[in-house]
């Protein structure tokens, strides 16, 4: 019984550097932490369009902090 849930740790293991590959070939950005948290929660039943729709508007809004941000430095310089 212990081979079985070692082999398929091994499996998940695998399973998730064959979808870490294919997220970097698909240069989405994830990096492997939080590949593996929206791997979770669409295992718990999040819609995986409306996963992609959040990461890409969380994208956008840092982005737009981002250039906020450089124009208070512009500012302030």
Do not use: W
Not at 16 to 40: K, Y
């Amino acid at each position: 019984m212990a081979h079985s849930g070692s082999s398929q740790v091994c499996e998940a293991r695998e399973v998730f550097h064959v979808l870490l590959e294919i997220s970097r070939l698909l240069n989405t950005g994830l990096d492997p932490e939080t590949l593996s948290i929206c791997i979770q929660l669409c295992e718990r039943g999040t819609s995986p369009e409306a996963l992609a729709n959040v990461v890409n508007e969380i994208r956008r809004e840092v982005t737009a902090i981002s250039r906020g941000d450089e124009k208070q430095d512009k500012y302030y310089s």
